[in-house]
């Protein structure tokens, strides 16, 4: 069992994360300038298969367990903590991964900490949190993948004839661009871009995968649970007038209202088992009406659910039960998987799965990775957007959809 030991301590404020980061291989979790980065790696754990999340969650408790931590700190991500980011499918190619940084800092409620993690048996030094300077500005632009436009349309038809046909409910098709990043291009730049351009999302980056998300699979506070789930989509407006217009249309949406409804069905029934409502009552508890989230891209239906945790688990078992939600996979999930599997030509890598942190009590925050692309050693870039697909869907109002989520990402590189 890896021997871990981690203190945390108040720091200096810091007023940016993201120029502490590593340029390669920049570690961060961030909401309004507040989250926690990482420098190095005292562990690196790889997880692959169907039960990757579960057997993720479970050696984590065991690690933890025997991990001392000394935290005079006592703020959400202060203390030992590991960075994750799984897989959409099981049998992906690319790792789910738990990473420890050797070096944290976090930045919560005006306060700013750091933390070093040792290894026991493994002397290097934690790296000390400095001011790296940008490198040279660079602009790519992301070309279609393995997926096109005209492609995408033809399996966006072909899911609503099975629709249609009574096979499933809703299946959530994504398409992909890629592009390559220059020599010596350095990924801060990407994330400040998405962390500026889409403040209110989860700007995130692990072992290569980076990205904004503005959903949340499911955060765990001392006890306390909540998520947020998206479904249902529309472009903002080109005036005040017409984006007002477009939310209104969004809410009053038959097609976008039951898309959204799945979704927060799928995730109320993964948490109910493990959570108390927050009024005392039984199971957990939604709003019931959604609301219009604004985001500069585009509006979505959002509704936000809470409960108290009722079996002590870990925010990563519950990313585990969650795990894929309506919002990625669609309705009922074994056979939105199947149809995923047949119509899509894809590896999602880490697209579409769960991405965060999770600390020595199991509290943590997990977003669905979306509006996020793969970046590989050798400088590859794979990004990815998709759409609900139900009955009444239209290829080319979806193909734009995607067109609109992919845009963080394409300006980001752009
Ligand atoms: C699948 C994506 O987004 C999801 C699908 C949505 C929809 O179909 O309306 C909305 C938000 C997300 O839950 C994506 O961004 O790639």
Redesign the pocket.
Known sequence: MPQLTARSRVADPVTSLLPLLDAESPLLFVRRGEGVAGLGEALRLEFSGPDRITRAAETWRRIAAAATVDDSVGLSGSGLLAFGAFTFDDDSAYPSVLIVPRTIIGRRDGVSWVTRITLDGDDTPAPEPSIRPLGAEFRLSLQPGRLDGAHYREIVADAVARIQAGELRKV?L?RDLVGHLPTGGDLRRVLVDLALGYPDTWTFAVDGHIGSSP?TLVRVSHGHVSARV????VARGADADADHAAALALATSTKDVD?HRY?VQSVLAALGPHARGAGGGGGISASEVPFALKLPNLW?LATNIEGTLSDGSSALDLAAALHPTA??AGTPTAKALEVIRELEPLDRGRYGGPVGWVDANGDGKWA?S??SAEVDAEGGIRA?????ILAQSDPDVELAETKL?FRPIVEAFG
Do not use: I
Not at 230 to 233: D, E, I, R, V, Y
Not at 384 to 388: I, R
């Open positions: 959530v994504a959903e998206l479904a249902g989509s898309e979704a979505h919002a990625v669905v979306l509006r990815f957007a998709g759409a609900g989520k």
